[in-house]
């Protein structure tokens, strides 16, 4: 492992796999890390990510159909960008490679044909709650609400995994919105 | 048209209501993964009903 400072083609660090890191590294040693594509530092226990690191955005391309009173997953099934290739279209799932604190952001629109008396949103982390949004009591007369969930959450960049649920109470068809009223995204901030 | 689950419990059980149900807050939490194995019983903590069989629920119409 080398670094290359020839005065015009920027500094070349040492590059390696997480399965190949330096094996009796120092403090403050660094390098390029082609796994996660990024430039990591050994802050003496740990390699922590100072770079890079997944980031990703999809969407719930239609509506979709949910029981009254019954937290559902939502179906996300398009993506608009996924750096990392973490997020799962068929299980509607974020998988981090990196190992980290993550920005997640989760916005839903619920509608039913009669009036919605009470919606909820929540962020899950590995099957568990983990924050939602505010529940409410609509006027009679309001049959779509929406909601805003965002969190700073620990992955360990290995099982940790997140969703997002919709709970909805209302006494006909209860739907959460497709296209862009329904939105998850999340990104890399920092390493552990 | 069968009746979901929710719709059954009430049936079982017509004194619950939706504070019941709720997420964090009440004792009967009914969820559904989107995967094709439809609503199920995730937990049931309520402290007088007893959760139902799935007997009692499959004579539900």
Redesign the interface.
Known sequence: MTMILDGSNGITMPTWTTANRPTNPIIGAQGYNTTYGGVEVYNGSTWTLVTGGPAFSAYLSST?S??????????FDTKIFDTNNCFNTS??RFTPNVPGYYQINLNVQGSSSSYS??Q?Y?IYKSNN?YV?SD?RYQSATIDTGSGDVSSLIYMNGTTDYIEA?A?I?ASSSPTVSGSSTTQISGSFVRGQ | MSK???EKIITIYSDLT?AD????RGTI???????GRG?YI?SWTHPTHAQPTQEQLDAVQ
């Open positions: 979709q949910i029981t009254t009173a019954t937290t559902t997953k939502i179906a299980t509607s008396s009470m909820i929540q709650p939602k529940w649920y709970y109470v | 979901n689950l929710y939706d149900f709720m997420p964090h939490h009914l969820q559904n993964d989107s995967d609503d995730k």
